[in-house]
């Protein structure tokens, strides 16, 4: 009786023996195992370099190049992920001690049992998978946590700026209240980060559904943005113009507090890198159904060098980056992806006269 699989997977079965192949081939098929097979070990390399499978079975002497020679090319340029085991005839103790020694999991000698060779492919392939889900989590994971840490650090930064001045005895006194209700608010933006987070991350469809109807309004992000950062714009010497949209009513596909979170990552990156200088916020129709969002500046610009690594995460703008302690140049590239999982766009373009402009494009909701 044949041990049936437990989960499906790509199997590439290389043997010179084109009997072989069929019956080996036929047997992993009934199993539910995709098959790719080659014949020489050099098809066997060129199929693995198109698409590495989750299990190789090699045989062992083959003409030409051996099952030893395919996995010293395996594993010539990087180590090897992927579980091979050894079909062969001989039962020579010196041969599977090197077999072993060249990077083999496990071995089976023909001429083999259907029931072992199964029972062995299920185990390794089994494992295989389980390892590629561990780490499929462990990067989901530290992208979130990542994601999580970086849109902490503006409602926080805004905190500490505002309790800076008020312990510092740093601000006018009317002008209390306004730091206060700052503080309060950058909390309560953060404290609505982390639960957003934490509600995607549970993946309720009650959520998905609850999300379908949500919509922002582009002036009322405008002028958010304003009210959130006058204090620090003012600080470093920057001018806001605010351009709202020209009917008014100016509504994207995209929750309030996420937008809020794209357009302050970009108010942030000009109040760093183009201190004293214009600052335009704007909203304007785009394509049918489109509207946009702009962050513009007139500080130096993003050097050409690096305007195509500019939404990779890790980049920093400048090559001399500012070091605040906290920039992990991860911001443009956690926003791009914000905005494209929302079925929108965001990039970069030149100022004439100089300057940087950053623009969000969204469906209209």
Not at 9 to 30: K, M, P
Request: glycine fraction near 6%; proline fraction near 5%.
């Amino acid at each position: 009786m044949s041990t049936p699989a437990t989960s499906t997977g790509r199997i590439l079965v290389v043997d010179d023996q084109a009997a072989n192949l069929r019956v080996v081939t036929a047997l992993l098929s009934r199993q539910g195992y995709e098959v790719v097979a080659a014949s020489t070990g050099d098809e066997a390399l060129e199929l693995y370099a198109q698409s590495p499978p989750d299990l190789i079975l090699l045989d062992v002497m083959m003409p030409g190049m051996d099952g030893f020679e395919v996995m010293a090319a395996l594993r010539a340029d990087s180590p090897l992920r992927v579980p091979v085991v050894f079909v062969t005839a001989a039962h020579d103790r010196d041969l599977l001690l090197r077999a072993f020694d060249a990077g083999v999991v496990d071995y089976v000698t023909k001429p083999f049992l259907p029931e072992e060779l199964l029972a062995r492919v299920n185990a390794h392939v089994g494992l295989k998978l389980t390892r590629d889900r561990l780490e499929r989590v462990a990067r989901e994971r530290e992208e979130l946590v990542n994601l999580v840490a970086h849109d902490l650090k503006n409602p926080l930064t805004s905190v500490l700026f505002a309790s800076d001045l008020l312990i510092n005895n740093g601000c006018k006194p009317e002008r209390v209240p306004r730091y206060l209700q700052m503080i309060h608010e950058s909390a309560d933006d953060a404290l609505g980060y982390i639960r957003h987070y934490l509600e995607s991350q549970a993946g309720h469809r009650e959520r998905a559904e609850q999300e379908e109807g949500v919509r922002a309004d582009l002036a009322e992000t405008l002028d958010w943005l304003v009210r959130r950062y006058e204090m620090q714009l003012d600080a470093r010497g920057i001018r806001v113009q605010v351009q709202p949209p020209a009917n008014g009513a100016a509504q994207v596909a995209m929750d309030p507090r996420v937008l809020r979170q794209v357009s302050e990552n970009l108010v942030t990156n000009a109040m760093k890198y183009a201190p004293g200088s214009d600052l335009t916020l704007a909203a304007r129709n785009s394509a049918p159904g489109f509207w946009q969002l702009i962050v513009a500046d007139r500080g130096p610009g993003i050097p050409v060098a690096r305007q195509r690594e500019l939404f990779k995460p890790f980049v920093r703008l400048h090559e001399a980056d500012i070091d605040d302690g906290l920039s992990s140049g991860l911001g443009l590239s956690l926003a791009k992806q914000i905005v494209v999982n929302a079925g929108g766009q965001l990039w970069y373009e030149e100022r004439k006269h100089g300057g940087s402009r950053f623009i969000i494009e969204l469906p209209e909701a």
